[in-house]
């Protein structure tokens, strides 16, 4: 909440969205320019059902190129991704892949050229929350 308060996003794009849980955060926050990206389809299905209608809901992986990728599904549902999971199964080993699914991969270029007309697409920023360096997921 703090960051928000302090940074005054005009919108946000929520990239491995989960469940949507950050929606009522935004909404409090004034913050009704939304798009949630999700690319595991279990997590997609549920974030439909619990983000408000406002925001814009894409079942889509980003990633450098246009392209179906594999995705892999792990039982705790949070901790899936197109990367080998590595290091993050050091950390938490009691997480377990379930299965392998292929899903649409896009870049951020591509989908917000197809989102222009929802999404107020005039973002000047992009954060990440992990502290997980760059592909040792």
């Known amino acids: ?9 005009r919108g946000i794009i929520e990239c491995g969205a989960y469940h949507g849980i950050w929606w009522k955060t935004y909404a ?10 999700e690319a595991c389809p279990d997590n997609f299905e549920k974030l439909c059902q619990t983000v408000p209608i406002e925001g814009v809901v894409v079942n889509v992986a980003l990633l450098d190129e246009n392209r ?3 995705f892999v599904v792990t039982d705790n549902w949070q901790s899936g991704s197109i990367l080998p999971l590595k290091l993050h199964l ?18 951020l270029d591509s ?5 222009k007309e929802q999404v107020d697409t005039k973002y000047t920023g992009v954060d990440s929350l992990t502290d997980t360096p760059e592909n040792e997921l």
């Open 1 to 9: 909440g703090e960051v928000l308060r302090d940074a005054r996003p």
């Open 28 to 37: 409090e926050h004034g913050i009704d320019n939304r798009c949630w990206i």
């Open 68 to 70: 179906p990728i594999d």
């Open 90 to 107: 050091q950390k938490y080993p009691n997480i377990k892949p379930l299965k392998t699914v292929t899903v649409q991969g896009r870049t």
């Open 111 to 115: 989908l917000i050229e197809v989102l």
